[in-house]
Structures are given as C-alpha cells and as structure tokens.
C-alpha cells in the first residue's frame, strides 16, 4: 500500500521520538487512489505524489560515500544522526482535509498523546537534509494544487495531466500550469576588520523578522534581535550575479568583489530555491534600505548576534565562514 505525510498548511502531522519529532506516514487506503481515467474526471486536491530526495551524500565530497542511506520507514532514531546520509524514498503526502474526506484513521492528536502538527521551520532544525527537503517539496506541491484549480488564461476548471506528467491542464483551451520555482539568491558578504583584523560577515535586521519586544517586567530582560544574510528574488533577465550585486547595492549601498556560488535549498515559503553565494566586500558605506531593513553591519565571527536557526541556508553560510575561522556556531 501506498504511504503518505499528512500536513495541514506548513505543519507536519509527527510523532514524538526520543531525539524529537519525526512525521508520520499514514498508510492509503484503496480508496484514495485513482486510476488514470479517474484521475481525469476530477482535481483531486490534497494529494501529491513525492520524488525522492537524496542526501548530500550524492553530491559533497566532504559526506562520507560509504554511508548507507537508510529507508524512510525505518528507525528515525538513527537517521537523525546521519543527516547527510539519509535519502528519502518516493512517498505521497496528503492534506488533514483530503484524510477526513476519504475517512482515513488518523492517530490521536491531542495533549499528551505524542502526536502533532508541527511546523516545517522547526522540523528543519532537526530532521535529515533530505528529509526536511521532501516536506518542503510536498508543502509547495500541495499549495500549488490548491492555487491552480481554475484555468489561468480562461477560468474553467482544470484537471490532472496523465500521471507521466505533473501539470493541471485547462480541457477547454488546453493550458497547461506547472509547478513554478522562484529563484532567491542569499549571499554571505565578509571583510577583515579594520581594527583587529578580524574576519567579519554582513548581517541585516528585516523588519519581517519583528521587532525587539519590551520586557513585560524588569527583571527579564528583551529576547534578541535576529539578524540575516541578504537575500533576494531574481528578476527577469539576469544572471545569479547579476541578482547577487544588484540585492546588495540595493539594500545595503556596498559592491562586492569574488562572488562565487556555494550551494541552494528548496524553501516552501512561498516556493522559492535558495541560491547560496559568498563574496567579499569591495567599497562603500552601508546605507540600508528602510523599507525593507531597520539595521546591517559587519560583525566580528566571535560576536555574532542572534541567527537564523540551524536547517537554513542562512545558517549553513554563516557556519561555513566561521568554521574556516576554527569557530564553532
């Protein structure tokens, strides 16, 4: 029988293990699969089938080759100890709606039972790269099949391509909507101290992020602001580097000199690929752009302020740097 993670928007139905939460894949019942005839009848929302999603280990020289993959179903405890190593097999994903609809069994969700909805921002923190990049595909495949259930160019509703295909298709002027990837680049910009010498790396305040909350009483003091790389969406007719300058002279006023790509991420919010560069300041005075950022600057990698959380490519970026400087985040 088929297999299935269960999601209701960005939260992963999950289940409580000793070193964290892992998801849940319910088993499909007969009822939930269509054939293809079927499948052309109806838009059948809610659910999804998954490509694989291999570990890094495919790919970085710096992943031991000699680890075994270890299968989506078996013992989460393990694999969570071999991040890099973990490929998750083809599995389906389904929303709560689509399960209730189809009567499926779900486990019990309540207080104390071990099982809940937890979001994507923190599974990532925790769960094998691949892993957390399959939910990520199955979040943005799940929303995109909510938002094209009428025909873009015309309006009527569409259906499911053959299954050879993932695309929604507009039988009345044949239009076919597939799933679309907005390209982001993110980029680690460093320079020496000029001081000390020190390596520095450039970090930004987003008004996104929030703003510094009061204490509600004097004796506890405001949790931190948190600070990120620069980031951005490619625009029509450029190139990733073209992107890379452009983002950073818009929201910071500086130029950049070596950039280099490093490495990308899926990331469901909305449905973006994150492009990951480095490059070293070259001139200017930081000048933020206020609409977007209330506040950047260069801070020494021994005194960083608080960053995104570990699962990000943000992080990834900033540990590397300060790895290479025999720091440890």
């Given at each position: ?19 964290g ?12 699969t269509?054939?293809?005839?079927e ?24 992943v ?10 078996e ?18 994903a ?10 499926m ?26 892993l ?7 979040i943005?495949?799940?929303r995109?099949?909510t938002d ?23 039988p009345?002027?044949r ?9 982001c ?33 004097l004796?506890q ?19 990733l ?37 480095r ?31 570990k ?5 990834e ?10 720091i440890?985040?």
């Amino acid at each position: 029988m088929t297999s299935a993670f269960v999601f209701s928007d960005d939260t992963v139905l999950c289940r409580q293990r000793p070193n964290g939460w892992w998801p849940v894949q319910l088993e499909l019942p007969p009822s939930a699969t269509h054939s293809d005839e079927e499948t052309q009848l109806a838009y059948q929302v809610g659910h999804v089938t998954l490509l694989e999603s291999l570990a890094p280990r495919h790919w970085s020289p710096d992943v031991n080759p000699t680890s075994a993959s270890v299968d989506i179903l078996e013992s989460a405890d393990s694999s969570i100890n071999t991040p890099h190593t973990f490929t998750a097999q083809a599995a389906s994903a389904i929303t709560y709606d689509y399960a209730i609809a189809h009567h499926m069994v779900l486990p019990i969700i309540a207080e104390g039972s071990g099982n809940a909805f937890v979001p994507y921002r923190q599974l990532i923190t925790q769960l094998p790269v691949a892993l957390s990049d399959q939910l990520s595909q199955a979040i943005q495949l799940l929303r995109w099949q909510t938002d094209t259930q009428f025909c873009s160019r015309c309006a009527a509703p569409t259906i499911h391509a053959k299954r050879d295909e993932r695309a929604m298709v507009c039988p009345v002027c044949r239009l076919r909507q597939y799933p679309r990837v907005q390209p982001c680049v993110i980029t680690a910009i460093t320079r020496p101290n000029p001081q000390t010498g020190e390596m520095q790396i450039l970090l930004a305040h987003h008004h996104r992020y929030g703003q510094q909350k009061t204490a509600p009483h004097l004796l506890q003091s405001p949790q931190p602001l948190l600070y990120g790389l620069i980031a951005g969406f490619v625009e029509v007719g450029e190139s990733l580097e073209h992107a890379v300058v452009r983002e950073v002279a818009e929201e910071v006023n500086i130029s950049l000199s070596d950039i280099r790509y490093v490495s990308s991420q899926p990331w469901p919010f909305p449905s973006n690929l994150m492009l990951g560069f480095r490059a070293s300041y070259a001139a200017g005075e930081i000048v933020i752009q206020e609409d977007e950022l209330s506040h950047a600057d260069f801070f020494d990698l021994s005194n960083l302020p608080k960053i995104p959380s570990k699962g990000s490519i943000a992080y990834e970026l900033i540990a590397q740097i300060a790895n290479e400087q025999g720091i440890l985040l």
